[in-house]
C-alpha cells in the first residue's frame, strides 16, 4: 500500500504563514491526482486544494484560494501546501491524500494528518 506522511503543523498567530508537506512512498507521484483536505472540530472535512494532471490544473476551495498553493516535487515524491494570511477558521487536522491509479481523484490512500491551530 501507500504512504503518505504530513508533517509541519504547528500552533500560529493569526495573519502569518505555514508550509505543510507531504511525504508519498509510492515509486513516483508524477502523473496523480493529489490533494489536502482538511478537518476542523464539528465540522465534516472538506477539500482544500488538488493538483489535477490530465488538464494540468490546480483546484481550490472558494475559502482558500488566493491564500493557499499546492505544489509537489516529483524528484521528492512529495507535495505542499503553502498557507498564507491564516486565520482561525482555518484550524484543522489537515490531511493529504492519492488515488490508486493515474487518471482518478478518485482518494483511496490518506495520511495520518498534521494539526495547525491558528489563533
Known amino acids: 500500500h501507500v504512504q503518505l506522511v504530513e508533517s509541519g503543523g504547528e500552533s500560529v498567530q493569526a495573519g502569518l504563514s505555514l508550509k505543510l508537506s507531504c511525504a508519498v512512498s509510492r515509486n513516483t507521484i508524477a502523473g496523480y491526482c493529489m490533494a489536502w483536505f482538511r478537518q476542523a472540530p464539528g465540522k465534516e472535512r472538506e477539500g482544500v486544494a488538488s493538483?489535477?494532471?490530465?488538464?494540468?490544473?490546480?483546484y481550490y476551495a472558494d475559502a482558500m484560494e488566493g491564500r493557499f498553493t499546492i505544489s509537489q516535487d516529483v524528484d521528492k515524491n512529495a507535495i505542499y501546501l503553502e498557507m498564507d494570511g491564516l486565520k482561525s477558521e482555518d484550524t484543522a487536522m489537515y490531511y493529504c491524500?492519492?488515488?490508486?491509479?493515474?487518471?482518478?481523484?478518485?482518494?483511496?490512500?490518506w495520511g495520518q494528518g498534521t494539526q495547525v491551530t491558528v489563533s
Open positions: 493538483i489535477y494532471p490530465p488538464w494540468d490544473s490546480l
Open positions: 491524500a492519492a488515488p490508486v491509479m493515474m487518471g482518478s481523484c478518485d482518494f483511496r490512500y
